[in-house]
């Protein structure tokens, strides 16, 4: 069984910052790209920005310069510094990891529950 749990969501104002967590446990024996995803309701879930294994990253052009995405491969956890926050980035974010539960299987993606992230003008 594997588990992504995230933290690090809340209410903010204009301009300013947050950092979600998400850590990954269960059986596991290596994982390769992570990512953070957001949704809001009555829209489809967009991808803000996947780090691979060994450190390239991907941002969505509307995050590019002001979130940083970052992961610590010891501790199986993704982070998403996130500065200079708008309204628009109001979402629900998900983290997501694609996870190699043994040494001859295929990864599998896993998804977080999901954190709530509000911004107000």
């Known amino acids: 069984q594997v588990q992504l749990v995230e933290s690090g969501g809340g209410l903010v104002q204009a301009g300013g910052s947050l950092r979600l967590s998400c850590a990954a446990s269960g059986s596991i024996f290596s994982i390769n790209a992570m990512g953070w995803y957001r949704q809001v309701p009555g829209k489809q879930r967009e991808l803000v920005a996947t780090?691979?294994?060994?450190?390239?990253?991907n941002y969505a052009d509307s995050v590019k310069g002001r979130f940083t995405i970052s992961r610590d491969n010891a501790k199986n956890t993704v982070y998403l510094q996130m500065n200079s926050l708008k309204p628009e980035d109001t979402a629900v974010y998900y983290c997501?990891?694609?996870?190699?539960?043994?040494?001859?299987?295929?990864?599998?993606?896993?998804w977080g529950q999901g954190t709530q992230v509000t911004v107000s003008s």
């Open positions: 997501n990891a694609d996870i190699v539960r043994g040494i001859i299987s295929k990864p599998t993606p896993y």
């Open positions: 780090i691979a294994r060994r450190g390239t990253t």
